[in-house]
């Protein structure tokens, strides 16, 4: 299980083959449920610049790793990936990144979904947009189902 | 007692400050807490999260002297 | 949208990136939703060594065609992406990737999944596996819900 | 008329060849061809999945000369 709030750009896919090959489940999984959130250019009909992305140090973390503690024994997962930015981010950047492994397809797409909706709905971040109208904090997600 | 708050996001802004150490009466709850921030800066805000010691508690939480308390809007990462 | 049979091994991530470095949807994505069914050691309890997947040459290609197009069209998608190994595969080995791009996630995870489903169900493909006990024909797919 | 006729994975094996070319009775159903090859090889085979021109079709399905058909067990791709 990796967990990372991370300041610079990642590349969404260079990290699931750097974090895969860390593992030792080679043979183990049969698969592999993916997300990955990206930065667009327009939110709610306005152009966006960029965004700020602030989190709460400490906290966030330990949310995070809840969730995916819960998760692994709830789909018996055999691992679990969370990457998310903070700070300033671009335009078509990824924002976050998750990751799951297990033995069966249903499980690692309903963990992985899953934990996208519990961090969505709990783990402390806020956007703040640049749009062509001015800056604005984010007031809510959008629904997942 | 004395507990710290930290604000986040929107509401750091409309608090204007991201820490402070508040006095409060032995055994206030974290919404009587929040209750004061608000009187005393002058502000309403919806919607707030509350959170003590990095977890989630509800408005009757019951805080204990050096609790680190935090108050901040909905959270919109991923 | 691309639909690829390949008789010799990929490597998922690589061809996330590969794909998507040749759209040019940067910015108007906000989610990505990506499966990988991988060839795992064990089967029912026997230790598999390698499998052999047949398909059925022009239905197979013409089926994950029909279920991309329906889902481009469904879930409002900006691009699909599946491969498929045939042929001999080996332990670990990655079988199947399936990727969806939309602009929210509720449709790039329910597309990626309903995808694979179809897939399992109706595209002609066939599993040999190679056991420690002999050569044995797949009969069914574990059900995905 | 004839229509060629294709099979797959544990089917090929048990009919003991991957395509061959077979006369049919005008206006014959999917069906019936699946009959008649079940009983002039003499086997069973539950669950076979039927395809015309490389599209599923339903069992009553009535082909024309020229028709590619394929018979196959149950796929397990993915």
Redo the contacts between chains.
Sequence with gaps: MLIEIRKKPFNAYAEMQYYLDSLDIAGKFGATANFVGSMRDFNEDKKVTHMTLEHYPGMTEKHLETIAKESIEKWKLLDVLILHRIGKVKVSEDIVLVATWSAHRKDAFESCRAIMEQLKSGAPFWKKEETNSGAKWVEKNTPGF | MQVSV?Y???LREVIGEANSVVDIEEGSSVSSLWQSIMDRKNIEFDNVMM?VN???VKSEYQLKSGDEV?F???????
């Design positions: 930290k986040f996001a929107s959170a990095m977890e989630y935090a901040f809007p909905p959270v919109t990462g991923g």
